[in-house]
């Protein structure tokens, strides 16, 4: 009976032993590497273009147009620089389009009509945005400065440039690289430039604001 006990603790030991060498034998997993946290921080560059639409007015002593409509492409350029704080994004952006937006009305112009023509436009903003890793919505205001040509039925034509405002929101995505894509809604008001009485007969206050619809292509350095 003692030599079965014997023989039985003397088997638990040689296994015992066995078991450090065996598992030294098996395959180790490979090392888990880390990955960064995508990070926002830099400056840009990149194009963008959409849609834009939105309302003028032309008035005098002698009376209104009353609100007409506006509508037409912009295409540009884009500059900027983001500061990422952990996941609050921080960020400074300019842009300049080319644009189309115009419209007329024969009310109170007679044919062939009052044209609000804006030929080029600029904004200068203030971004702030919510990080989700790659994901990036914010809000967006600041200056905007465009041109506004005015052309009354007489053929002449008056242009002035005007400083104005803008505000809005967007949502952009990193794609693999440096590279990213947004989407972007601004609203604009330019306020009101002075058609001349050499130009409009009279003096002519002529409003115009303007909603754009934008998409971009960003590359990030």
Request: a positive charge.
């Amino acid at each position: 009976m003692t030599r079965k006990i014997l023989a039985a603790f003397a088997g638990l030991f040689a296994l015992a032993m066995a078991s450090p060498s065996s598992a030294a034998d098996m395959p180790r997993k490979a090392p888990a590497y880390y990955v960064a946290p995508f990070s926002w921080s830099g400056s840009y560059v990149g194009i963008n273009g959409g849609y834009g639409w939105g309302k003028t007015n032309w008035s005098n002593a002698l009376g209104t147009t009353g609100d007409f409509n506006t509508k037409g492409a912009i295409l540009g350029g884009t500059l900027g620089y983001n500061l990422q704080t952990g996941v609050w994004v921080w960020g400074l952006e300019g842009d300049f389009d080319y644009s189309w937006i115009n419209g007329s009305t024969t009310q109170f112009c007679g044919a062939p009509g009052c044209e609000t023509r804006n030929r080029w436009l600029g904004t200068v903003r203030g971004r702030i945005g919510y990080a989700f890793d790659r994901w990036l919505p914010y809000i967006t205001g600041g200056a905007a400065i465009g041109d506004l040509k005015m052309t009354p039925a007489g053929g002449a034509s008056d242009t002035k440039t005007k400083v104005g405002w803008t505000v809005g929101a967007g949502l952009e995505y990193a794609l693999l690289g440096a590279w990213s894509v947004k989407a972007e809604y601004l609203y604009v008001d330019l306020g009101k430039a002075t058609c001349g009485a050499a130009t409009c007969g009279v003096d002519t206050d002529v409003k115009f604001n303007t909603h754009l619809a934008k998409l971009g292509l960003n590359y990030r350095f």
